[in-house]
């Protein structure tokens, strides 16, 4: 878990502005007792988690891809080449939508802006460390294209588990 008690705070008001927003249809689905905490979430989204990351062409076309995703600091990281089709339509389009998904056992579904992490970031030493320790490489040395470092600053985030308090036991014993 990277993330201070603030931190945490701020999730939890995304998630409580997140839910009553959404549709009736989601809310049916998304009960207050299947409903994901931001204590909870910080617990069980440890490590790399497999992400769907969408975005739009300049003609509006859906685009989804799976990417190597981490939850630090209560937001979504991930990177990828700089010369991927994706990285082009985020810097023109910075609009993102992400879930990660396991089985009907978690779904955390975000809205957002992403934002590059640019060498000079206050943050990007911190993610570039945390990257190489948890890959045992630099992200930066597994091809000649250059990486792009991505954050998610969510808008609207929900959390859903069929047994949140069972979920959240599992990751913290294992």
């Not at 509006?60 to 995703?69: N, V």
């Amino acid at each position: 878990m990277f993330e201070t008690p603030a931190e945490v705070a701020q999730l939890q008001t995304l998630l409580d502005a997140s839910l009553p927003r959404s549709t009736q249809h989601l809310r049916n689905i998304v009960k207050p007792e299947r409903s994901m905490t931001a204590e909870q979430l910080v617990t069980v989204l440890t490590g790399m988690r497999t992400l769907s990351v969408a975005t739009v062409t300049a003609k509006g076309e859906p685009r989804i891809s799976g990417l190597d995703g981490h939850f630090l600091h209560a937001r979504w990281h991930f990177s990828t080449s700089e010369k991927a089709a994706k990285v082009g339509h985020l810097r023109r389009r910075p609009a993102v939508s992400v879930a990660h998904i396991v089985g009907d056992d978690l779904g955390v579904f975000c809205h957002g802006t992403v934002e590059f992490l640019e060498r000079d970031h206050p943050d990007f030493d911190a993610l570039h460390d945390h990257l190489v320790q948890h890959y045992g490489s630099d992200p930066d040395s597994w091809q000649e294209d250059p990486i792009a470092y991505l954050r998610v600053q969510p808008s609207w985030m929900v959390g859903y588990a069929h047994d949140p308090a069972g979920i959240t036991a599992q990751a913290a014993t294992g």
